[in-house]
């Protein structure tokens, strides 16, 4: 496997020395882990050993199968070490990295169609609830985000072809404002002016537009419960005389008896 990235490596904290991934197996995050799990491998030069067998030994190239099973060993050890403790276990028998990413990709690799009903499904029954927006947001694009993989993209030739652009860049616009519609969907009551009026502009906002206007929402709002507390706090002392007060007031009026 390659060597360590340079501490200036803007790469970092990827490292080969102690292998290290932002993400962990944990049973329902899959294809994540696995597409994680794959850059970093291709970043140090040993994705092949996710589908590779080890090469046959003979007695000429037994330095170079060495140097295969030690880098296989390697790779091993950023899966085991990538994956949950109670996932971990399991992993114990199998003598090569394919034999583990074959393994967990059976456990774990949904049918696309399965996976893609799901996700869906989650995305449909997502509400905003009492989550802030910023939080929300969190929750929406990690159910999105794994739907927006799922889609087919165009060949790179398409992207630059004069007749197929047009027609990409306009589905990719309509796949964005569905995105737009889903998102403001869940929102709580509080937002439905702001939703009527992003959904009421000639043009409709990004996703990342929407966003904005409502946390600028959500930040006006708070300040006018802020303000009403304030208002409400201020009236009751106004108001409603103290108990030393009334007290002395008490005290000063003449009582029916002395009359």
Not at 13 to 18: A, I, K, L, Y
Not at 34 to 39: D, P
Not at 190 to 216: K, N, W, Y
Request: hydrophobic share 35%.
């Amino acid at each position: 496997m390659g060597s360590s990235a340079s501490p200036s490596s803007s790469l970092a904290p990827v490292s080969f020395g102690s292998p290290v991934l932002d993400v962990k197996l944990d049973g329902s995050n899959y294809r994540e882990w696995a597409f994680s799990l794959k850059m970093l491998l291709k970043y140090g030069g040993s994705a092949s050993h996710l589908t590779d067998a080890p090469p046959a030994s003979t007695s000429d190239n037994q330095k170079e199968v060495q140097a295969w099973h030690l880098a296989d060993d390697r790779v091993m050890a950023i899966i085991c070490m990538s994956t949950d403790l109670s996932i971990r276990s399991s992993l114990e028998d199998h003598k090569t990295a394919k034999e583990m990413w074959d393994y967990l990709q059976g456990r774990y690799q949904q049918s696309s169609s399965a996976l893609r009903y799901s996700l869906r499904q989650n995305l449909h029954h997502l509400q905003q609830q009492d989550m802030s927006i910023e939080e929300y947001y969190i929750a929406f694009n990690k159910t999105s985000s794994q739907i927006d993989s799922m889609i087919p993209k165009p060949p790179s030739l398409c992207t630059t072809c004069p007749t197929c652009n047009p027609a990409w860049a306009a589905r990719d616009k309509h796949d964005q404002q569905d995105t737009m519609f889903d998102f403001v969907m869940g929102l709580r009551s509080d937002f439905e002016p702001i939703r009527v009026q992003l959904l009421g502009r000639p043009t409709l906002p990004t996703l990342s537009e929407t966003l904005s206007a409502l946390m600028a929402e959500e930040t006006r709002l708070k300040t006018l419960a802020a303000t009403s507390v304030v208002m409400s706090q201020q009236h009751s002392v106004l108001t409603v005389p103290p108990l030393s007060v009334e007290v002395d007031v008490a005290a000063a009026a003449p009582s029916k008896k002395a009359l």
